[in-house]
């Protein structure tokens, strides 16, 4: 983590930075397919699922998201040359053998996330019963896996995403739409990989661990609806071009066939495993905490909202800590992990993270509390942050703090007081995490 020196001004700022870091490499892809899968001369194992090599004559590792070359790599060290042939579409590079990396956009898809998805497609097209599919499905590749629909233009779908991300509206909404405007997602991955075994190998990002949302669930069954899809457009006042709305008017009408449902026979030969998700970095940070003496609470693997307002919540929760013991005597850190979202009026920079921080900033008003909100990959909101670590003394003017929020400008705010967590590209992806170190009034911790 790059500053951490400059960041750990007290015992509690250091105890936020040792759960956040415990929390991202809990989540990373090597220590998950290391925990989680595992060869055995033919016999290859993940989790509880074994899966006999021999029958199989060829083994192909497809998919992508943000953790998707880490998952790659681990695979790659576990399998080795029973590896047939691969592509997976990431964010950041990956140095591989036997599965072709390629290195496309993220939240809004570009041309080599397009073409990598194709290539996955084309790759697909001779699957059989004796073809065993890896799929690497983790968050972000709703954006890395772009595949449009047919009569959909790259320009079209990037517009829409684009739209989309600004308007507030939840994940399952977003990619409800963007399920209807690809070929991958939504099911269609293991449509094209029928009759093939297919086996996904998930990290979630997705509260709740919905697999149709997960990546926008390329390898599971979808309930969502042409008609769901055009209510999101309605619903947050997207003005969609015109390709798309035509699309999903011809889906709702009955003329374009809907994703594949839980009763496809598609899925019969296709078994999902979540490998981690939000609380296996909740989980790793509370363990620190508790090796540091503190009391802990975790609140939640799956807040979500408006950001700024969440923010309230967690202080609140510190508060009443503080003041009656509750729901955790002091000293304590108090855990949460979700997806916040934001309404973007403002044209400033900052993503979830850095709003739910300086949101929290202001109202921790010169209390010793101190929170580190981060989004585990490590970049929060397009700004090469992962997010902020504040305290009671972060915010000396309220009213600029304010101003900055209302322009959603968080990021020049919060970097000018020297208060951004930067981790570089974390190579993993299991949401927010946010550690708020409640220590006793008075206390010299």
Do not use: W
Not at 34 to 40: C, G, P
């Amino acid at each position: 983590m790059e500053d951490a020196d400059a960041l750990a001004e007290t015992s509690a700022h250091e105890t936020a930075l040792a759960c956040i870091e415990a929390g991202v490499d809990a989540a990373h892809p090597e220590q998950v397919v290391h925990d989680s899968v595992s060869l055995d001369g033919g016999t290859f194992t993940i989790q509880d699922a074994t899966y006999d090599l021999a029958d199989y004559d060829r083994v192909l590792v497809v998919g992508g998201g943000k953790a998707g070359g880490g998952v790659t790599t681990a695979l790659e060290a576990v399998l080795g040359d029973r590896i047939t042939d691969g592509v997976v579409v990431t964010r950041d590079p990956e140095e591989t053998e036997y599965v072709d990396v390629v290195v496309g956009s993220h939240p809004v898809p570009d041309e080599a996330g397009v073409e990598g998805a194709r290539r996955i497609l084309d790759l697909l097209t001779d699957a059989d019963e004796r073809t065993l599919v890896l799929g690497v499905v983790t968050g972000g590749a709703s954006a890395l896996l772009a595949a449009p629909a047919e009569g959909i233009s790259l320009d079209d779908l990037q517009r829409t995403t684009t739209d989309l991300l600004e308007s507030g509206a939840e994940i399952d909404e977003i990619n409800a739409v963007r399920k209807h405007l690809s070929a991958v997602k939504g099911g269609q991955l293991a449509r094209a990989a029928s009759p093939a075994t297919v086996v996904g190998l998930v990290l979630s990002d997705v509260v709740g661990n919905d697999l149709g949302v997960i990546a926008s669930g390329p390898t599971a069954p979808d309930d969502s609806t042409f008609a769901e899809a055009l209510a999101v457009l309605e619903r947050y006042g997207i003005d969609a071009p015109e390709s798309v709305r035509e699309r999903l008017e011809a889906g709702v009408a009955g003329d374009v066939a809907e994703t594949p449902r839980a009763d496809d026979p598609v899925f019969e030969r296709v078994t999902n495993h979540v490998l981690a998700d939000g609380f296996t970095a909740l989980d790793a940070a509370r363990s620190v905490a508790r090796e540091r003496g503190y009391e802990t609470c975790i609140l939640s693997s799956r807040i979500r909202g408006e950001a700024r307002e969440a923010a309230k919540s967690h202080v609140a929760v510190g508060e009443e800590a503080v003041t009656t013991g509750n729901p955790v005597p002091t000293p304590a850190v108090v855990l949460a992990g979700g997806e916040t979202t934001v309404t973007v009026r403002g044209d400033g920079r900052g993503g979830p993270n850095q709003e739910f921080a300086l949101a929290a900033a202001l109202e921790l008003g010169g209390s010793r509390t101190v929170l580190g909100a981060v989004d585990t990959d490590g970049r929060d909101g397009g700004v090469d942050v992962a997010g902020a670590l504040v305290d009671g003394e972060t915010v000396s003017d309220p009213e600029a703090a304010r101003e900055a929020l209302a322009d959603n400008d968080a990021f020049p705010y919060l970097e000018e007081r020297d208060a951004v967590v930067r981790t570089g590209p974390t190579g993993t992806n299991v949401n927010d995490l946010r550690v708020l170190v409640v220590d006793d009034e008075g206390s010299e911790r």
